[in-house]
């Protein structure tokens, strides 16, 4: 089959790599002029040079959230290194590797932006798109497509009272990259995920105040000097208001506050809609149930991305060589009793797509519907055990079912 992948991120390669060792003919759309996706690192903000948003979120001095050894694809590790939690160079080194290896970059299309995905009455599908360097459209035909873009690339900017009255800075971590911007100013940290609390502890070097402002648990561990704040409820010329009443002068106010999932490329004929980042209908998160031949994949959070999104390509591509069956009927019903029973559990749409806890289920489900091997139960054992400790602590996989560890 001919099939087309859509971003040459770590989603996007695995899919390729899946895809080509399957037997099929594979093309690779890639914006950009690398691989590596959102783990780019540029100090470019805003558009390039083509007019088009910068996708990258990487800052100096990110260090993953997730130990390395929860961040591979099969039978590919990193080099040897008693570090777990490494650097975004690191990262894109791997990535790089993994591209060489397997011989990738020959099926890539640099530079060409997607701007159309239209699905054709037999089943194919109709890429459009622009070769940058040449200002030229380009419409191809497709068996079968894979959109791997991930949801890190549109901004989302809560409302808040009275924002628009700041005469400070402020602006969205995606647009982050360094701390030194901050240097001997008062900054609020709106957001408490990954970006906020990462980003924070970087700042405590170099600004003169630190907030955090946040609701819920913190999940990741922050400096002392961090102050913990609820969240903010007022905003004022040159301070903020928290939700208990107090206050505080700032200089800068950073939103650390996730993303809006966003499919600008895909047709309304596609089928697929987002509602409050749910992307429906999508049957286990993947295919489109109303055109099958079309998987989306890197959508779950709270996971671990590379062997779960490599999962799901592989569940995507044992579907359409015909491994397992599926009616649309079918994916409709278990689709429906799957929406029905978060409901039941006052799940909100956002958190559709959260697997957490659920994982390790929700990837046993996938090998067991699609008949093929399971993944790792290590994976996501080491996933629950870590998420507990600091990012000090070294890891190593021992076999199928062990890891050990090591906080010195």
Not at 55 to 78: A, D, Q, V
Request: charged share 20%.
């Amino acid at each position: 089959m001919k099939i087309a992948i859509i971003g040459a991120g770590p989603s996007g390669l695995s899919a390729a790599k899946n895809s080509i060792q399957e037997g099929h003919d594979v093309d690779v759309y890639e914006q950009t002029d690398r691989i590596g996706g959102t783990w780019v690192f540029t100090k470019e903000v805003g558009l390039d040079k083509y007019g088009l948003p910068i996708h990258t979120s990487m800052y100096e001095g990110l260090r993953t959230n997730l130990p390395k050894e929860l961040m591979e694809f099969e039978n590919f590790s990193y080099p040897e290194n008693k570090t777990s939690f490494i650097t975004q160079d690191t990262v894109i080194k791997y990535l790089d590797n993994y591209t060489n290896h397997f011989q990738l970059s020959k099926h890539i299309k640099f530079n060409h932006h997607v701007i159309k995905v239209d699905p054709l009455p037999d089943d194919k599908w109709n890429i459009t798109s622009k070769n940058l360097i040449k200002n030229e459209l380009q419409h191809k035909i497709y068996d079968a497509i894979i959109v791997c873009t991930g949801n890190f690339y549109t901004p989302f900017v809560p409302s808040i009272r009275g924002q628009k009255n700041f005469i400070g800075t402020s602006f969205h971590s995606h647009n982050y990259r360094h701390a030194d911007v901050f240097r001997n100013k008062r900054v609020v940290v709106l957001g408490a995920g990954p970006s906020g609390t990462g980003i924070s502890g970087l700042l405590s070097g170099v600004a003169k105040e630190v907030y955090i402002s946040f609701s819920g648990s913190l999940l990741w561990a922050i400096p002392s000097s961090v102050i913990k704040k609820p969240r903010i409820a007022l905003v004022k010329e040159n301070s903020v208001q928290f939700s208990d009443g107090t206050e505080a002068n700032v200089d800068a106010i950073l939103y650390c506050t996730g993303y809006t999932t966003t499919f600008p490329f895909l047709s309304k004929e596609t089928g697929i809609e987002v509602d409050d980042n749910w992307v429906k209908p999508l049957y286990k998160h993947i295919i489109n149930i109303n055109h099958p031949t079309m998987a989306i994949i890197g959508i779950t959070i709270r996971q671990c991305p590379f062997p779960l999104n490599e999962f799901q390509a592989k569940f995507f591509l044992a579907y359409i060589k015909g491994t397992f069956q599926k009616t649309k009927n079918e994916m409709w019903e278990e689709y429906n009793q799957e929406i029905m029973d978060l409901n039941m559990r006052g799940v909100q749409k956002k958190n559709y797509h959260l697997l957490g806890a659920q994982q390790g289920l929700y990837l046993d489900v996938l090998a067991d519907t699609a008949n093929i091997t399971r993944i790792k139960p290590v994976i996501h054992r080491l996933y629950m055990f870590q998420k507990s400790l600091p990012k000090t602590v070294s890891y190593k996989i021992i076999n199928e079912n062990e890891f050990t560890y090591d906080e010195n």
